[in-house]
């Protein structure tokens, strides 16, 4: 991750905190722990997601 990434996450998560949200690591994850929970570095394979998650307007993943 470069500098510029790391930085941006930061604010973010500073941002969703100051929202409510509670943040965790992808391997401690526990959806249940606070009514909205951010998982940071998800696995997604968009080759295995429903159609509905790929969708972009104007475009497909």
């Keep these: 991750m470069g500098q510029a990434e ?3 996450r ?3 998560d500073t941002l ?5 949200w509670q ?3 992808a391997s401690a994850a526990d ?12 696995p997604w394979n968009p080759a295995t997601a ?11 993943m």
């Design 6 to 8: 790391g930085e941006a």
């Design 10 to 12: 930061r604010r973010i």
């Design 16 to 20: 969703l905190v100051a929202a409510g």
């Design 23 to 25: 943040i965790c690591d």
């Design 31 to 42: 959806i249940h722990a606070a009514r909205a929970v951010a998982i940071r570095e998800f």
């Design 50 to 60: 429903s159609p509905a998650a790929r969708f972009r307007p104007n475009r497909f």
